[in-house]
């Protein structure tokens, strides 16, 4: 069997597949390899939890194109480098200027092959680049690969684990949740395609949706089990990612669910057809409609994602709307700015209706001035941040 050890050589970089599925089973021998050479450098992507087994501080940098929450600390201490890139964006920089040398992943045996697991995000991407794969073959994770086989000659299987996907929780919605998402839920229309994430948010807009709608998302949550439960789930849904527990990897095994990025987020695709709305939230909004998700003044919290590619598919889809949903305060501080503490991560333009738990305001066709006023109007006492 071949080692990890014999495939890294010095001055590589390493990326290594994201998502809940990352191959933790190599970390050890990548930890080895960077601290013999000193000057490997490494590309991550989504981490949604943190991962003590890889230690970023001992390459000669660290990089992440899309910083997820279990990234936060490693961000903050500079030991990580956020990459600021829409997710339709990175099978162009895996291509060309964040090409990696290697990349370690997960996947799963199939009977006419190797697929990916719980996740193909920018991966396929990567192989489609000529870059090998060093792989662990998962024998619990779930099938949920839509793409076909692995090139063979591509991969390097270096053993099999038991190692599925890891679970992850999000903590109930709250009654404010509750009653964002009734006003949100109604402007979906029968049989449209929704885009929604993980979370509190995203699990109360499910639960708020009582019309038959099609699943079009890059995070796959938990929720859309339930959703087909009820019978309101049309056709199989398209992700990138699988992001739940058990239940959702065992519903999920078998579906030709997961697809590249260049497909999930493509902006052609979304805009065109079925009527697409995008489901999202935010940091904050300024008071001309300018989204912040990526984090406050003190920290670096998420990345741009497919927020951006979302919202602008969303504009511009007929019968579609780029929704943004958010609580009016936060920790006692109003969501509305008069300046954002971040760049922008999603522009004015590319959001046609905002929703809080004071109900909604359709910003659509409205000038700079209105669109400020509808604003203010929505926050009422909550008032705008200064």
């Known amino acids: 069997m071949v080692e990890l050890d014999e495939l890294i050589k010095p001055g590589m970089r390493i990326a290594v597949a994201d998502g809940t599925g990352t191959p933790r089973a190599l970390f050890p021998a990548l930890n080895r390899a ?98 090998p794969v060093a792989a662990v073959v998962t ?34 919605p709250r009654p404010e949740h509750e009653r964002i998402c009734a006003h949100a839920a109604s402007l979906v229309p029968e049989g449209a395609r929704l885009q929604v994430g993980p979370g509190q948010l995203g699990a109360a807009m499910l639960r708020a949706v009582q019309l038959p709608v099609r699943i079009d998302s890059g995070l796959l949550p938990e929720e859309v089990v339930d959703l087909d439960e009820r019978g309101l789930l049309l056709d199989q849904p398209m992700a990138a990612y699988l992001v739940g527990s058990q239940r959702l990897y065992r519903w999920a095994h078998g579906r030709p669910l997961l697809h590249p990025l260049e497909v999930t987020h493509d902006l052609g695709r979304l805009s065109n057809g079925v009527p697409f709305i995008a489901f999202n939230t935010a940091i904050e909004l300024d008071v001309a409609g300018q989204v912040n998700v990526e984090g406050t003044e003190a920290a670096v919290v998420g990345g741009i994602g497919g927020h951006s590619d979302y919202a602008a598919a969303a504009t511009r889809s007929v019968g579609g ?39 909604s305001v359709d910003l659509r066709g409205l000038t700079r001035s209105e669109r400020t006023a509808a604003l203010l109007d929505l926050w009422g006492e909550a008032g705008v941040q200064e």
């Open 34 to 131: 960077a601290e013999r050479y000193g000057d490997l450098r490494l590309l991550l992507g989504w981490t949604p939890v943190p991962e003590p087994g890889l230690d970023a501080s001992l390459f000669a940098d660290a990089r992440t194109v899309m910083s997820g929450w279990g990234l936060r600390t490693a961000v903050a201490d500079g030991t990580v480098n956020p990459i600021p890139a829409r997710l339709s964006a990175v099978p162009s920089l895996v291509h060309g200027p964040l090409r990696p040398d290697l990349l370690l992943a997960t996947v799963v045996r199939t009977p006419d092959g190797l697929r990916f697991s719980s996740e193909v995000s920018w991966l396929r991407a990567v192989i489609g680049a000529g870059v």
């Open 139 to 172: 024998r619990t994770g779930p099938h949920a690969d839509a793409g076909p086989p692995l090139p063979e000659d591509a991969v390097t299987v270096l053993g099999e684990v038991d190692d599925g996907p890891r679970e992850l929780s999000f903590a109930s």
């Open 321 to 359: 709307l780029s929704i943004i949903a958010v609580s009016s305060t936060h920790k006692g501080r109003s969501t509305l700015v008069r300046r954002l503490t971040r760049p922008v991560s999603t522009p004015s333009q590319d959001v046609d209706v905002v929703v809080t738990e004071r109900g």
